[in-house]
């Protein structure tokens, strides 16, 4: 009897354990409306920039084991605003050779590896498709808080940021341009994500 009790006790405890290793688990849905992605590169001495401003996706936290958090991001290249209307278009279109958002109308990053490296930073290793080319990426990803939204669920705040080269995705522009726009581009994301 007394070795029942002792195999009831450990089974409840392992099923305890694996209920609160589950729990630590928490699922955001990005928030696309409180979301966006910035990019910045160099036009002739200065700099330029534009952004995003409707991304989609979700990021699945783990706070007790970082390494097991991932983060899928889909960016609606349509969505691209860089303060000029024409200057839009030239991005969007075939025939300026920037995003061709006829033929790819999305840019997608998926991740393949969390690393912490501080109380709340991490080294994210992920996909990065754009153009329909997928390149490796690391983002230096900062969690910038959590607490109560509408609603009754909980929101996160994401900030990541790595640098790329946009001949490596063939956001090349017309060749006249190829001595005024830089290669190495800054790309900074800001997410507001929630649990409902």
Same mark, same amino acid.
Do not use: C
């Given at each position: 009897?007394?070795?029942?009790s002792n195999?009831?006790v450990?089974?409840?405890?392992?099923?305890?354990?694996?209920a609160?290793? #589950?729990?630590?688990?928490? /699922?955001?849905? =990005?928030?696309? !409306?409180? +979301?966006?992605?910035?990019?910045?590169?160099? &036009? $002739?001495?200065?700099?330029?920039?534009?952004?995003?401003?409707?991304?989609?996706?979700?990021?699945?936290?783990?706070?007790?084991?970082?390494?097991? #958090?991932?983060?899928?991001? /889909?960016v609606? =290249?349509?969505? !691209?605003? +860089?303060?000029?209307?024409?200057?839009?278009? &030239? $991005?969007?279109?075939?025939?300026?050779?920037?995003?061709?958002?006829?033929?790819?109308?999305?840019?997608?990053?998926?991740?393949?590896?969390?690393?912490?490296t501080?109380?709340? /930073?991490?080294?994210v290793?992920?996909?990065?498709?754009?153009?329909?080319?997928?390149?490796?990426?690391?983002?230096?990803?900062?969690?910038?808080?959590?607490?109560?939204?509408?609603?009754?669920?909980?929101?996160?705040?994401?900030?990541?940021?790595?640098?790329?080269?946009?001949?490596?995705?063939?956001?090349?522009?017309?060749?006249?341009?190829?001595?005024?726009l830089?290669?190495?581009?800054?790309?900074?994301?800001?997410?507001?994500?929630?649990?409902?």
């Amino acid at each position: 009897m007394k070795i029942r009790s002792n195999v009831l006790v450990l089974a409840i405890a392992t099923l305890g354990f694996v209920a609160t290793a #589950s729990a630590a688990v928490e /699922t955001y849905k =990005i928030d696309p !409306v409180h +979301s966006s992605v910035s990019f910045s590169l160099r &036009h $002739l001495v200065s700099k330029f920039s534009a952004s995003f401003t409707k991304v989609t996706g979700a990021v699945a936290y783990d706070a007790t084991a970082p390494e097991k #958090s991932s983060v899928e991001a /889909t960016v609606a =290249i349509a969505s !691209v605003n +860089s303060g000029n209307e024409t200057r839009n278009g &030239h $991005l969007l279109d075939t025939q300026h050779n920037f995003f061709e958002v006829a033929k790819f109308p999305t840019a997608t990053f998926t991740s393949t590896a969390w690393k912490k490296t501080g109380d709340d /930073t991490f080294d994210v290793t992920g996909d990065l498709t754009i153009k329909g080319v997928t390149k490796p990426v690391v983002f230096k990803v900062s969690l910038l808080g959590t607490g109560p939204g509408m609603g009754g669920s909980t929101v996160s705040g994401w900030e990541a940021t790595t640098v790329i080269k946009k001949s490596d995705f063939g956001v090349n522009g017309p060749a006249m341009l190829g001595k005024a726009l830089g290669d190495e581009v800054t790309l900074t994301i800001g997410i507001e994500a929630g649990t409902k």
